[in-house]
């Protein structure tokens, strides 16, 4: 099956962001606020195998998209099937359908660089890796590539603890006027 807009009782909803921007401590807060199920998708890659070769040039692994985008396509089915609303995450997002979310939010530290870098430090991630992410949030590449792949995209600073609940609210109040 597919899952579509058209076809959901209860909205999907897709965090993205830089590593260390904060999309999964924001979506299990999300999860929490309004009652949906959450797919962490990084840890799916890492759970079910989606990970390939690691590339060393790249300091990440390969992904093995088809089948990932097989395997969230059923989960997200499973989902629609019980009405239920589902909170994702992922470093990006231009792999996805776009019939898939119905409201993108992408997190950015741009006027933050130094929080994002102690974040990605307290990781352990290497100084070439801490860079290019920070770098990577400065240049807005997740915000735009959002921006070219879906048409509701909201951007949103989320430096503080004040910022996520802030965020998590507002995503709630836009849940709630679906209704
Ligand atoms: P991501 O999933 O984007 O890689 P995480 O949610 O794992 O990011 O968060 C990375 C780190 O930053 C964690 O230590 C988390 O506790 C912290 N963090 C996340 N969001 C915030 C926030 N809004 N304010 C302060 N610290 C945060
Ligand atoms: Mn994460």
New binding site residues.
Partial sequence: GKTTPETRRAPFILIT??????????ADALAARIDARRLDV?ALCAAEGFHGAYVEAMDTHELREDALLDRMEEVLCEREAHGEACVV?Y?SCELFPERWFDLVVA?TLVEHTS?LYE?LE??GYGEKKIRENVECDIFQVVVEEAKDSYETVWVRS????D??ENTVEEIARWVESRT
């Fill in positions: 962001g830089v590593p260390g921007s904060g999309k999964t401590t924001l990084g995450d470093h997190l929080e974040r307290a990781r989320n430096a503080t603890l910022d996520m």
